[in-house]
Structure formats: C-alpha cells, structure tokens
C-alpha cells in the first residue's frame, strides 16, 4: 500500500523530474512550483536557452506537459492527483497575450466587414483563449468546428 501524496509532494515530484530532464539535456534552466492551490499545481521552469523545450508553436512544451503528468499519475498512485499546468520561460502567458492581439485584429475585421473568419486548428487551452477574448468584443462571436486534432474556431459577424 503507497501513502498518498500530499500536492506539496506532488509538486516536488514534478520538479524532480524537470530538474533531471533539464540537467541531462545539460541545458541552464529550474523548475519551481509556483502556485498551489485546492487541485491544481502549476510548475514554471526558468532558465536561459530553453526554446527546445517549447518548440515550434509550443508542440513540444504540450507533449512535456503530457509526459510529466504520466509521471505525475505513476508517482501519485491511486490517490487524489493534482491538475498541471506546466510553462517554461513563461511561454504559455506569451503566448496567450500575443493570440489575444490577433484574435482582436480579426474581430475587428469581422465586425467592419461583417464577414466569418476562420482560424487555424488549435489545441483545447488556445481555443478557450479565442472564446474568451471574443466574449469580451460587442457584434462578434465564436463556433467551434471539427474535431481534434483540427478543431477551429470560426469568428462570426453577431450583429446585436
């Protein structure tokens, strides 16, 4: 039988596990756990040169984030574990801003011109960016299409 773990002991875990795969890639980078809350455990690695962690278009921080909550999910065991969210050098919140900006220009063009865009397929985390940010643009709304991994979403005139 395997106690289980605390979030504190999980955060760490995930650190462990960060530090060992930064240090073998002999890369200059730390990973600390930055915030914990009731479920939720998010972990930032910090350093210089971390791109190929990140990836074209993030690819490979989402496929890390998977491989460290299959880690998360072995260590903890059967008991409770916490929701991750995983960033490096900040990444995720540069991210998010810069799809804002974008998603602010093509709202615009779709409230002037009264026209649907389509945006490119996109992971579940970027799309919640999109219908947020719409959310907050009079005359203009949002539609999911498709299915994962080419799920989009459409900008659509809403004309109040």
């Known amino acids: 039988m395997t106690e289980e773990m605390t979030l ?3 955060g760490q875990a995930v650190v462990d596990f960060l530090d060992g795969l930064v240090k073998e890639y002999e890369a200059s980078g730390k990973a600390r756990v930055v915030e914990i809350d009731e479920d939720r455990i998010e972990v930032t690695i910090d350093g210089s040169d ?11 921080l989402m496929a890390l984030h998977e491989v460290t909550k299959t880690v998360l999910q072995r260590k903890a065991g059967s008991g409770p574990r916490a929701r991750l969210r995983l960033d ?7 991210r998010r801003s810069e799809l804002a900006k974008y998603v602010e220009e093509m709202a615009a063009k779709v409230r002037d011109e009264g026209i649907e865009i389509a945006l490119e397929p996109m992971s579940a985390a ?8 719409v959310n907050e643009i009079d005359d203009v709304g949002t539609i999911s299409v498709g299915d994962d991994p080419r799920r ?7 004309g109040e």
């Open 88 to 94: 490096v050098a900040g990444y995720r919140e540069f």
């Open 126 to 133: 970027d799309r919640k960016v999109v219908h947020d940010t």
């Open 152 to 158: 989009r979403v459409v900008l659509v005139p809403s």
């Open 50 to 60: 971390l791109g190929f962690l990140i990836g074209p278009g993030g690819d490979t």
């Open 8 to 10: 504190e002991d999980q």
